[in-house]
């Protein structure tokens, strides 16, 4: 499985970016996907997953602003990004998990400037 990630950017506080994530290989043995982000001098942290196809479960800070979806025509993941603020600055990851295998995207840059 491949994943190739972009949308990434600059953006001021309270405003919004949505991120993709194109997924290529065997994404018919796709259990679980979502997205991570890992901020200057963090751990890598959930932003979002969707096991199964089921509702996707999100990390607290940011639940009721970011918007997991997918396409399944395109074989894409989204995550909606809204009401941003410095605190949601870093590099964000899809993800995809067959099994106990997980697959990583390069990585596209966020940042929130107050």
């Known amino acids: 499985v491949q994943l190739q990630a972009s949308g990434g950017g600059l953006v001021q506080a309270g405003g919004s970016l949505r991120l993709s994530c194109k997924i290529s290989?065997?994404?018919?043995?796709?259990?679980?996907m979502g997205w991570f982000r890992q901020g200057p001098g963090h751990l890598r942290t959930l932003v979002a997953l969707?096991?199964?196809?089921?509702?996707?479960e999100y990390g607290d800070s940011v639940k009721g602003r970011f918007i997991f979806s997918r396409d399944n025509a395109s074989d894409t993941i989204y995550l909606q990004m809204n009401n941003l603020n410095p605190k949601d600055t870093g590099v964000y990851y899809c993800?995809?998990?067959?099994?106990?295998?997980?697959?990583w995207g390069q990585g596209t840059l966020v940042t929130v400037s107050s």
């Open positions: 969707s096991k199964d196809g089921a509702s996707p």
């Open positions: 993800n995809a998990q067959i099994g106990f295998r997980g697959f």
């Open positions: 290989g065997s994404i018919s043995e796709v259990n679980n």
